[in-house]
């Protein structure tokens, strides 16, 4: 065989897989269909998304806090061209660095698209045309997802929009709607409510961020709607049409109200699919259901030599649940016991407050018929966030009520994203919201919130509030 290991795609999972294998010792291959790697997350994804998060953060920041701070700014406006340039320079500087890493641990890279001839051979093929096939002992599928159009619309890639396209806007929208109010729609929606466009999202539930604590959805709901967004919650699109200039929504709710909007851009952002085309998995016998690549504990095929990890199996499609899984794949080819804990994967939104979360939510719970507590702290009185004037925010936490026992912590607030952090190492070690309350947390953090919250949730202890 040409490599003992071989992974298709080279997004967080893929990558992160091919560095494993190389460390333990494998003779590793990466094949990548684009001309840089990273996959989704690096190049149209995580990355870039947060850099234009940040952007214009800033922004708001300077036309709407700076004055109270005491920063006298004069007249501000955005470069959205430079805004642009600087996350794509932000991109850039992250594949480059994975670039760097696969010469580092050795791994050959052949850019092209991957296909099964049998459960050995793969044929590249090349942007030109080119055809190469390589044999490998073992073989990882990494390919990841791709947005998920309306059946009656697709993206044409001028006015019915991805994530994709949003990231390279040429102009600022006077008007975007934005179809889904998960993750993405609410941190593009954020984006460019920040920056200057009218925003509506069109939700078909009845909350956003729906995988998420209702805590949570409620919170943010009150948060983003001080910039300015409208909501449409409990809305099915039954059309959009691009009219050249503009777009044309319509919409029911759940009674049959009608609901027509016109905008000039609309961002489609109703969930991801698995990307398998082009695989060739018919020639190997394996056959997706509802589009995942079915696999075991081990994210082992039904073909014992091909695994597949990432948002192509079963799961949350997110950049750290493919990175763990890539990390295990690797790690039991070379004879290891590695363990992933689904439960503690925390999930993160990345609007401002940002919204993080792990373990168990509320509804949850109650749908088990567990025994639970809450305790839950705000932003509002904490030393810290009225010092930043961050005050929109809550930590909530759920313990047994028996044991105390942490289940599930959910955030949203400033540092959100970064504190959720310290729930997973508690719940990781099983630890009591009593233990929490007891660790000493320097004076002043956000991390007193999650203290306080434990506090709250034992006895209802909450020193601040």
Excluded at 261 to 270: M, Q, R
């Amino acid at each position: 065989m040409d490599y003992q290991v071989t992974i298709i795609g080279s997004g967080p999972g893929g990558y992160v897989a091919a560095i494993r294998c190389a460390q333990l010792g494998f003779k590793t291959a990466l094949i990548e269909k684009y001309n840089t790697l990273g996959g989704t997350c690096l190049n149209v994804g995580c990355i870039p998304s947060k850099a234009l998060l940040d952007s214009s953060e800033h922004y708001y920041n300077a036309t709407h806090t700076f004055a109270e701070h005491g920063i006298e700014t004069g007249k501000v406006k955005v470069n959205l061209a430079q805004m642009i340039k600087r996350k794509a320079d932000v991109v850039k500087a992250n594949v480059d660095g994975i670039a760097f890493l696969m010469k580092k641990n050795k791994i050959d890279v052949h850019n092209g698209v991957g296909s099964f001839v049998d459960k050995n051979t793969i044929k590249i093929t090349s942007s030109d045309g080119k055809l190469k096939t390589i044999t490998s002992e073992k073989i990882i599928i990494a390919t990841g997802s791709k947005p998920t159009p309306l059946p009656f619309a697709p993206f044409d890639k001028k006015r019915i929009i991805s994530s994709t396209e949003a990231l390279e806007l040429k102009e600022i929208p006077k008007h975007l709607i934005v179809v889904g109010g998960g993750v993405i729609g609410m941190e593009l929606g954020s984006v460019y409510a920040r920056i200057g466009s009218k925003v509506t999202v069109v939700e078909f539930l009845d909350s956003i961020i729906p995988t998420m604590d209702s805590t949570m959805g409620k919170e943010l709901l009150k948060a983003t709607k001080k910039l300015g967004i409208e909501f449409y919650l409990g809305h099915k699109v039954t059309a959009l049409e691009n009219k050249g200039k503009e777009v044309m929504l319509q919409a029911e709710d759940k009674n049959g109200k009608k609901l027509e909007l016109t905008g000039d851009y609309c961002l489609v952002s109703i969930g991801r699919r698995p990307y398998t085309e082009g695989l060739g998995l018919e020639n190997i016998g394996i056959q997706t259901e509802k589009g995942q690549i079915p696999v075991d504990d081990h994210l082992r095929t039904k073909v014992e030599n091909i695994y597949a990890i990432g948002d192509v199996v079963r799961g949350p499609m997110l950049a750290h649940k493919a990175e763990e899984e890539g990390i295990l794949v690797a790690e039991q080819l070379a004879g290891q016991k590695p363990h992933i804990n689904y439960l503690l994967i925390p999930n993160v939104v990345y609007t401002w407050p940002e919204v993080a979360g792990v373990g168990y939510t509320e509804e949850q719970l109650k749908q088990s018929g567990r025994a639970y507590k809450v305790g839950s702290f705000p932003y509002k009185a904490l030393g810290r966030a009225r010092a930043s004037m961050d005050l929109d925010g809550v930590v909530k936490v759920l313990a047994d009520k028996t044991t105390d026992e942490i289940l599930g912590v959910h955030i949203i607030g400033a540092r959100a994203a970064d504190m959720i952090a310290a729930a997973v190492v508690a719940m990781e070690y099983r630890a009591s919201a009593e233990d929490i309350a007891r660790m000493s947390h320097a004076h002043p953090t956000y991390m007193e919130a999650f203290r306080e919250a434990c506090l709250a949730a034992t006895a209802n202890r909450a020193i601040h509030m």
